[in-house]
């Protein structure tokens, strides 16, 4: 995790390796630091800047549950049937992420947030047989 003061009215960090565990952190702590210093934050990845919500991604689950719930196209869901899998499908992943996060760091464990109730390894693959990602 890298932060570095580029001018003297910007603070800028880059993501390191490590996945979503880090990047949580990360996150959370530009946030926090744009917040406590009524700051803005950016990303050259995306367009504009906005104003950072104190209190953001509380634990790493609200941020995966958010990601998912970006990435997933509930709009092309015909039935009531395909939106279920699709939310069965979001919670196997986000509890995946949250085990390896606490197999990482088992020290944070309480700040995780809890899983999903879980579904079998099975359903999740014939789910992703079903959608065409297996």
């Known amino acids: 995790m890298l932060f570095w003061l580029a001018h003297p009215r910007k603070i800028e960090h880059r993501h390191g390796p490590g996945g979503d565990l880090r990047w949580w952190i990360e996150d959370v702590l530009a946030n ?6 009524k700051g803005k934050m950016g990303d050259e990845g995306v367009d504009g800047k906005w104003e950072p ?7 790493l689950r609200a941020m995966l549950d958010e990601r998912w719930a970006n990435m997933r196209r509930l709009d092309r869901c015909k039935t009531d ?11 196997y992943f986000v509890n995946m992420e949250l085990e390896h996060a606490k197999e990482a760091r ?3 464990a309480e700040f995780f947030g809890e899983p999903y109730p879980p579904i079998k390894k099975q359903v ?3 789910l992703l047989k079903a959608f065409g990602l297996a």
């Open 106 to 108: 088992p020290d944070l």
């Open 81 to 91: 049937e395909e939106r279920k899998n699709v939310r069965l499908l979001d919670s």
């Open 124 to 126: 999740a693959m014939r």
């Open 53 to 59: 919500k104190p209190g953001k991604w509380p634990t």
């Open 32 to 37: 926090d630091v744009a917040v406590s210093l």
